[in-house]
């Protein structure tokens, strides 16, 4: 079984190396390494090095974060130049949303991020699924909280879950590493998922068929 | 004369255990100690007393393998994905950073010797010689 995990953030590139051997040893047959709009100089050194690493696939992708959804639209036109594999920032409703209706985006990254409610209902879910984005489980989310508001993060998580799987939106779950030291095992993350409520299949497709499918 | 102890129970009334194999990659190695410490700390955040005592968590103290920073717990087999869960969420181990993964999961203490900690029974070595 193939494993990927499509939100790596690094915030210093020069752990790159380290990152791809940490991921060999975890059993990923790939990575995807985000980069913001913003860094694109960044985006190219990640795009050269995905050119020469053997065995491991690396997969770059752009993020997009806009505080309006005129704004999230002409963004992702601009990135959807440089890559294919775009991830929405999500967390307010309105992105959540106009992300779900475009069939550009790949990913609706932690649609809960920073809410008091799971960022995704009904309507999202139904047009994630007809416009083919996945909805995240941000595993960072999850380590980066403690009690209280770890419980309200996972409760989201499940609601979304639930949603996504009642609508038949894909999920996929990623570990939303910030470097080496945040990253998971699949069979790992795929245990978050189990809690989250899927079952063994479901949590392992979306580690590995979900992710491979996105990046195909 | 009756030994001052429970007899052990029959074998439908015992709990349904599993044993997970993991292992710990860190900046530095570190004590088997540290990490029961870290687990139990992870555990209780994540499922709360009352799941954590349902989980039956035992740690194997005699197959920590402190030079591959290996080691066994057992628990019931329900908790299977929570102790996973929980060994994910342990990031730090005092200042260390840490990632904890499990190298698989077994039924009997027997079987995950043989599959994660390498150890040979003379059986093995049996069937290994019948087969050269």
Same mark, same amino acid.
């Given at each position: +079984?193939?494993?990927?995990?499509?939100?790596?953030?690094?915030?210093?590139? %020069?752990?790159?190396?380290?990152?791809?051997?940490?991921?060999?040893?975890?059993?990923?047959?790939?990575?995807?390494?985000? %980069?913001?709009?913003?860094?694109?100089?960044?985006?190219?050194?990640?795009?050269?090095?995905? @050119?020469?690493?053997?065995?491991?696939?690396?997969?770059?992708?752009?993020?997009?974060?806009?505080?309006?959804?005129?704004?999230? @639209?002409?963004?992702?036109?601009?990135?959807?130049?440089?890559?294919?594999?775009?991830?929405?920032?999500?967390?307010?409703? @309105?992105?959540?949303?106009?992300?779900? %209706?475009? /069939?550009?985006?790949?990913?609706?990254?932690?649609?809960?991020?920073?809410?008091?409610?799971?960022?995704?209902?009904?309507?999202?879910?139904?047009?994630?699924? #007809?416009?083919?984005?996945?909805?995240?489980?941000?595993?960072?989310?999850?380590?980066?909280?403690?009690?209280?508001?770890?419980?309200?993060?996972?409760?989201?998580?499940?609601?979304?879950?639930?949603?996504?799987?009642?609508?038949?939106?894909?999920?996929?779950?990623?570990?939303?590493?910030?470097? @080496?030291?945040?990253?998971?095992?699949?069979?790992?993350?795929?245990?978050?998922?189990?809690?989250?409520?899927?079952?063994?299949? #479901? /949590? +392992?497709?979306?580690?590995?068929?979900?992710?491979?499918?996105?990046?195909? | 004369?009756? &030994?001052?102890?429970? &007899?052990?129970?029959?074998?439908?009334?015992?709990?349904?255990?599993?044993?997970?194999?993991? *292992?710990?990659?860190?900046? *530095? &190695?570190?004590?088997?100690?540290?990490?029961?410490?870290? $687990?139990?700390?992870?555990?209780?955040?994540?499922?709360?007393?009352?799941?954590?005592?349902?989980?039956?968590?035992? $740690?194997?103290?005699?197959?920590?393998? *402190?030079?591959?920073? =290996?080691?066994?717990?057992?628990?019931?087999?329900?908790?299977?994905?929570?102790? =996973?869960?929980?060994?994910?969420?342990?990031? =730090?181990?005092?200042?260390?950073?840490?990632?904890?993964?499990?190298?698989?999961?077994?039924?009997?203490?027997?079987?995950?010797?043989?599959?994660? $900690?390498?150890? =040979?029974?003379?059986?093995?070595?049996?069937?290994?010689?019948?087969?050269?």
């Amino acid at each position: +079984m193939e494993f990927y995990d499509l939100n790596i953030q690094l915030e210093d590139l %020069e752990e790159l190396d380290e990152v791809i051997e940490m991921a060999k040893r975890l059993g990923y047959s790939g990575i995807g390494l985000i %980069e913001k709009y913003a860094n694109l100089d960044r985006f190219n050194k990640i795009r050269e090095k995905a @050119k020469k690493t053997g065995d491991l696939r690396i997969i770059p992708g752009i993020e997009v974060g806009a505080e309006g959804v005129r704004e999230l @639209k002409r963004a992702i036109s601009k990135a959807k130049k440089h890559s294919n594999f775009i991830i929405v920032s999500g967390g307010e409703y @309105k992105i959540n949303r106009a992300a779900s %209706e475009d /069939s550009r985006v790949s990913i609706i990254s932690h649609p809960e991020y920073k809410r008091s409610d799971s960022g995704v209902d009904h309507v999202i879910a139904k047009f994630a699924s #007809d416009n083919g984005v996945a909805i995240e489980i941000n595993f960072h989310e999850i380590l980066e909280t403690f009690r209280k508001i770890r419980s309200f993060v996972l409760s989201h998580m499940r609601l979304n879950v639930e949603l996504a799987q009642k609508y038949g939106a894909r999920v996929v779950i990623n570990s939303g590493a910030r470097g @080496k030291w945040d990253m998971r095992d699949p069979r790992e993350l795929a245990a978050i998922g189990q809690i989250l409520g899927m079952n063994l299949e #479901d /949590s +392992m497709n979306s580690v590995s068929e979900i992710p491979k499918s996105i990046v195909r | 004369m009756a &030994k001052d102890r429970p &007899k052990t129970l029959p074998p439908t009334m015992r709990e349904n255990k599993r044993y997970l194999a993991f *292992e710990l990659i860190s900046e *530095e &190695k570190l004590e088997f100690g540290d990490i029961v410490n870290a $687990f139990w700390h992870s555990l209780l955040n994540l499922v709360g007393e009352t799941g954590t005592s349902q989980a039956n968590i035992w $740690f194997v103290k005699d197959m920590w393998e *402190e030079s591959n920073q =290996r080691g066994l717990i057992k628990c019931d087999n329900n908790y299977v994905e929570y102790v =996973r869960a929980a060994l994910a969420l342990i990031d =730090r181990i005092g200042d260390k950073r840490v990632i904890i993964y499990t190298l698989g999961v077994s039924g009997t203490m027997k079987a995950a010797k043989r599959k994660f $900690f390498g150890e =040979r029974t003379l059986e093995d070595f049996e069937t290994e010689s019948s087969n050269t």
